[in-house]
Structure formats: C-alpha cells, structure tokens
C-alpha cells in the first residue's frame, strides 16, 4: 500500500510563488507515474501535471510555462514548482501515484486513472 503526504501549500499573493512537495512511502516510487492534480470549490478534480518514471513531464494547458513537476526517486518524493500564481490556481492540490492505465486504458490525465491519493494540500492565491 503507497501513501502519499502532501505539503508546501498556503497563502500567497497574485504573482508570487509555492513549491509543494509529496512524500510517497511503501511500493515501488521509482517505478510510478506521478501526477499533480487540483480540485476548486464546486469543481471536479482536475489535471494539473504528470511525471513518467522516466521522468516526462507533461503539463495542463493552464499552468504550462509557469509550473514544473520534479521527482527525486532516491527520497521517494514528487514536487510541483508553482511560480507567477495567479488568483485561479486556488484550489486543494493533491499528489497521485499509481497510474491504472496500462490495465484499465485510462489516460494519465484523467483522475479516475490512480491508484493512490493523498490527502491534499489547499493553495490559496490573493488578487
């Protein structure tokens, strides 16, 4: 069984930055696709960012150019630098690993295609 601890988030003005870090513990890190993704009041969880175990990144539309995933497989950890903040990137943020898709063909962005999830860590962004 993975578990996943999110941390980094808080209060930050338009503009500034956040870095969140993810602790993962138990299976296998360095063999796991690991995804960022962000939930809104009143929305569905939403795509923010994936890395391969090969370390491809790929990036939502929204936070591309201003935020970048990393993962350090040696301390089992995942972040997401999260830089010129804008007022929409307030949401929860959680971490995710796991990815089902090879055998359930769910895309790596869509988050119905984890196994695992953390309890997620609230971004706040004042305008």
């Known amino acids: 069984q993975v578990q996943l601890v999110e941390s980094g988030g808080g209060l930050v003005q338009a503009g500034g930055s956040l870095r969140l870090s993810c602790a993962a513990s138990g299976g296998t890190f360095s063999t796991y696709t690991m995804g960022w993704f962000r939930q809104a009041p009143g929305k569905e969880r939403e795509f923010v960012a994936i890395?391969?175990?090969?370390?491809?990144?790929y990036y939502a539309d929204s936070v591309k150019g201003r935020f970048t995933i990393s993962r350090d497989n040696a301390k089992n950890a995942v972040y997401l630098q999260m830089n010129s903040l804008k007022p929409e990137d307030t949401a929860v943020y959680y971490c995710?690993?796991?990815?089902?898709?090879?055998?359930?063909?769910?895309?790596?962005?869509?988050?119905?295609?984890?196994?695992?999830w953390g309890q997620g860590t609230q971004v706040t962004v004042s305008s």
């Open positions: 995710a690993a796991g990815w089902t898709g090879p055998r359930t063909g769910v895309a790596p962005r869509r988050s119905n295609g984890y196994d695992y």
């Open positions: 890395m391969s175990w090969s370390g491809a990144a």
